[in-house]
C-alpha cells in the first residue's frame, strides 16, 4: 500500500501564496520521481512541477518563476511554493509519485487525493 497525502491547499488573493506538502508513505521501497500536476474545471490534468530521476526540476512554463518545487528525501516529502498566485492557477492540485514498492515490484504510479487551490482576482 502507498499513500500519499497532500495538504496546504486553500483560498487566496491573487498575488497571495501557498505552500503544497505531499507526505508518501506506505510502501516506498524506492522512488524515482515525484511531482506536482493540477486539473482545472473541464480541462485536462497537467504538469506544473516535477523532479527527475536525477533531481532536476522542471516547470510547465506558466509557472516558472513564481512555483518552486522542493523534496525531503529522508522524509519522503514533497513541496510546492506557489509565489504570486494568479486566478489561472485555480484548480485541484495532485501530487504524483513513480515508484517501486519493493525490490520485486514493478514501477508503478501513484496519486493523491488532491487538494483544492482557489486564486480570486
Not at 491573487?14 to 524506492?30: E, K, N, Q
Not at 485536462?44 to 518563476?65: C, H, I, N
Amino acid at each position: 500500500q502507498v499513500q500519499l497525502v497532500e495538504s496546504g491547499g486553500g483560498l487566496v488573493q491573487a498575488g497571495g501564496s501557498l505552500r503544497l506538502v505531499c507526505v508518501a508513505s506506505g510502501s516506498t521501497f524506492r522512488i524515482i520521481s515525484m511531482g506536482w500536476y493540477r486539473q482545472a474545471p473541464g480541462l485536462q490534468r497537467e504538469l506544473v512541477a516535477k523532479f527527475t530521476s536525477g533531481r532536476t526540476p522542471v516547470y510547465v512554463d506558466s509557472v516558472r518563476g513564481r512555483f518552486t518545487i522542493s523534496r525531503d528525501y529522508a522524509a519522503n516529502t514533497l513541496y510546492l511554493q506557489m509565489n504570486n498566485l494568479k486566478p489561472e492557477d485555480t484548480a485541484v492540485y495532485y501530487c504524483n509519485a513513480v515508484l517501486q514498492q519493493s525490490t520485486t515490484s514493478p514501477i508503478g504510479g501513484y496519486w493523491g487525493q488532491g487538494t483544492q487551490v482557489t486564486v480570486s482576482s
